[in-house]
């Protein structure tokens, strides 16, 4: 297949430190983070304006550009809250990802380029030239777009076009969805939603009372999108930004989904980008966090694909194991405190921390006392381990979701 030499931008979210690493190891081109407040996950760890220098000096000297998201709505007496927010990101971000007009203007009157978030459910040509003629540099459409429909926007406005190709999908249309709120009181429009649509619902006959499980699958919990067995169309397409979604997940979703997408693109890139490579980045990606995946809606409306559990179908979990307690890099050795989860040579671990990233792993051997044990009893253990790990990294194992360790 003939591809464009120039990619597009793999854009990875960063919830914390680790993820950041995370994202950066991995071969992500550019991040998106929020700080405290007004973001759309308000859950995530987060970072605080005091961090933007830091983050904008990490992400400078890794070649990544970074991308601030406030894109929740914005109440009155928030303004000045987000004035200060924007105040803080001027020279250290390279664009803020938003939607409210009172944000936009602020931008603007601060000079920080914009792009328009999935919030603001643009879905036609009409839309983003609007927005376009506001100053905005990049839109993310809304995710209900099929391919054909985001082509034309970009070709008719000329536009930079940043796409969701991997993680959760709403069931409602982008921006619209009032059900957490009516629920819980909490918003999904202000990055608290607890995600009600995820659960498994029933209907009662109020006559007898009789009660039925609707459906059989969860009815409003929409699978996640994953765009890898269709990658080269967006390649083709001129899409200027693959955006990975997860602020909310753990770090080994960063690491593996933005490996497997930046393996793919350098396939696209070389002509390599075939079936059998498909299969088995697929079969890495069904190893961390998923509701299953689907098309999204890239190939038509609606969707008609739903999640089969509340939880993810990943075919794997991390238990924790302890943390290292010292590292010697002359001798390359590894101390780690067990904790839980007594591991053997062999095991598949993994450590994680916010200067590490995440290290995966297989001991060889394991050492207490300088003598070799067949598996870690709790306490301080040793083994050897070449790339350099930190105090207070913490340390896993990694098993099916039956329980068994991985490999077995």
Same mark, same amino acid.
């Given at each position: 297949? @003939?591809? =464009?030499?120039?990619? +597009? !931008?793999?854009?990875? /979210?960063?919830?914390?430190?680790?993820?950041?690493?995370?994202?950066?190891?991995?071969?992500?081109?550019?991040? #998106?983070?929020?700080?405290?407040?007004?973001?759309?996950?308000?859950?995530? =760890?987060?970072?605080?304006?005091?961090?933007?220098?830091?983050i904008s000096r990490h992400c400078r000297q890794a070649g990544l550009r970074v991308y601030l998201t406030l894109n929740t709505i914005v109440f009155t007496d928030e303004i000045e809250q987000a004035r200060e927010t924007l105040s803080a990101a001027c020279g250290n971000v390279d664009a803020v990802i938003c939607w409210d /007009?009172?944000?936009?203007?602020?931008?603007r009157e601060l000079s920080l380029p914009f792009h328009i978030s999935t919030q603001a459910s643009i879905a036609n040509v009409e839309s983003?030239?609007? #927005?376009?003629?506001?100053?905005? !540099?990049?839109? &993310? +459409? *809304?995710? @209900?777009?099929t391919l054909e429909e985001v082509a034309r926007i970009r070709r008719e406005?000329?536009?930079?076009v940043e796409l969701f190709v991997h993680g959760a999908m709403c069931v409602n249309f982008s921006g619209r969805c009032f059900l957490s709120q009516d629920v819980f009181g909490k918003s999904g429009n202000r990055g608290e939603c607890v995600q009600p649509c995820r659960r498994e619902y029933f209907i009662k006959e109020v006559e007898d009372g009789d009660e039925y499980i609707v459906g059989k699958d969860y009815v409003m919990s929409a699978r996640d999108v994953c765009t890898l067995p269709f990658l080269e169309q967006l390649v083709e397409m001129g899409i200027d930004s693959?955006?990975?979604?997860?602020?909310n997940r753990n770090p080994e979703y960063v690491d593996t989904v933005v490996r497997c997408y930046r393996?793919?693109?350098?396939?696209?890139?070389?002509?390599?980008?075939?079936? *059998?490579?498909?299969?088995?980045?697929?079969?890495?990606?069904?190893? &961390?966090?998923?509701?299953n995946f689907s098309?999204?809606? #890239?190939?038509?409306? /609606?969707?008609?694909?739903?999640? @089969?559990?509340?939880?993810?179908?990943?075919?794997?979990?991390?238990?924790?194991?302890?943390? &290292?307690?010292?590292? #010697?890099?002359? $001798?390359?050795? &590894?101390? $780690?405190?067990?904790?839980?989860?007594?591991? =053997? /040579?062999?095991?598949?671990?993994?450590?994680?921390?916010p200067t590490t990233g995440v290290l995966r792993f297989r001991p060889v051997e394991i050492r207490v006392n300088g003598k070799t044990v067949d598996a870690a009893p709790r306490g301080v253990v040793t083994l050897r381990l070449d790339e350099k790990v930190r105090r207070g990294d913490k340390v896993f194992i990694r098993v099916s979701r039956e329980g068994k360790r991985a490999g077995e």
């Amino acid at each position: 297949m @003939e591809t =464009r030499h120039t990619l +597009p !931008e793999l854009l990875a /979210p960063a919830g914390d430190w680790t993820c950041l690493q995370a994202a950066t190891d991995a071969g992500a081109d550019a991040v #998106y983070l929020g700080v405290e407040g007004l973001n759309m996950r308000a859950t995530a =760890r987060n970072f605080t304006c005091d961090n933007l220098p830091e983050i904008s000096r990490h992400c400078r000297q890794a070649g990544l550009r970074v991308y601030l998201t406030l894109n929740t709505i914005v109440f009155t007496d928030e303004i000045e809250q987000a004035r200060e927010t924007l105040s803080a990101a001027c020279g250290n971000v390279d664009a803020v990802i938003c939607w409210d /007009p009172a944000v936009l203007a602020l931008c603007r009157e601060l000079s920080l380029p914009f792009h328009i978030s999935t919030q603001a459910s643009i879905a036609n040509v009409e839309s983003a030239r609007f #927005y376009k003629s506001l100053g905005a !540099e990049r839109i &993310v +459409p *809304a995710r @209900e777009c099929t391919l054909e429909e985001v082509a034309r926007i970009r070709r008719e406005t000329g536009i930079e076009v940043e796409l969701f190709v991997h993680g959760a999908m709403c069931v409602n249309f982008s921006g619209r969805c009032f059900l957490s709120q009516d629920v819980f009181g909490k918003s999904g429009n202000r990055g608290e939603c607890v995600q009600p649509c995820r659960r498994e619902y029933f209907i009662k006959e109020v006559e007898d009372g009789d009660e039925y499980i609707v459906g059989k699958d969860y009815v409003m919990s929409a699978r996640d999108v994953c765009t890898l067995p269709f990658l080269e169309q967006l390649v083709e397409m001129g899409i200027d930004s693959l955006k990975i979604e997860g602020r909310n997940r753990n770090p080994e979703y960063v690491d593996t989904v933005v490996r497997c997408y930046r393996r793919a693109l350098d396939a696209c890139a070389a002509g390599q980008f075939d079936e *059998a490579l498909k299969t088995e980045l697929m079969g890495r990606l069904e190893g &961390v966090f998923n509701r299953n995946f689907s098309e999204g809606f #890239y190939h038509g409306r /609606p969707i008609a694909e739903f999640a @089969e559990s509340r939880g993810s179908q990943a075919e794997f979990r991390k238990e924790l194991v302890g943390v &290292v307690s010292n590292y #010697y890099a002359r $001798i390359g050795v &590894v101390e $780690i405190t067990v904790q839980s989860n007594a591991f =053997r /040579p062999g095991d598949e671990m993994m450590i994680q921390g916010p200067t590490t990233g995440v290290l995966r792993f297989r001991p060889v051997e394991i050492r207490v006392n300088g003598k070799t044990v067949d598996a870690a009893p709790r306490g301080v253990v040793t083994l050897r381990l070449d790339e350099k790990v930190r105090r207070g990294d913490k340390v896993f194992i990694r098993v099916s979701r039956e329980g068994k360790r991985a490999g077995e």
